[in-house]
């Protein structure tokens, strides 16, 4: 995360509003919840892990084995079980 001086960014007065409750420290200012986005969507990994999952899925129907599986995507035969039933 990268830090913000306020000075650059908010108005002088609310500066001064905000060093009456804190100076010299961080402030986490969270998202908007109507802004919120879910993990992965703003890097794509989300899309790119449910393109990944579709593979395997595909894969075991196809006849590959869930060891084989494991082996090729680096995953447990554990992650594998939870990849294919839950589809």
Request: a positive charge.
């Amino acid at each position: 995360m990268k830090y913000i001086n306020a000075k650059d960014l908010l108005p002088n007065a609310l500066v001064k509003e905000l060093q009456s409750y804190i100076q010299g420290g961080y402030i986490y200012v969270p998202t908007d919840q109507a802004h919120h986005k879910q993990w992965g969507e703003l890097s794509g990994y989300r899309k790119e892990l449910h393109r990944r999952n579709c593979r395997i899925t595909k894969e075991y129907r196809n006849g590959t084995s869930i060891e084989v599986l494991a082996e090729k995507y680096f995953l447990s035969v554990h992650a594998i079980r939870k990849i294919i039933y839950q589809k």
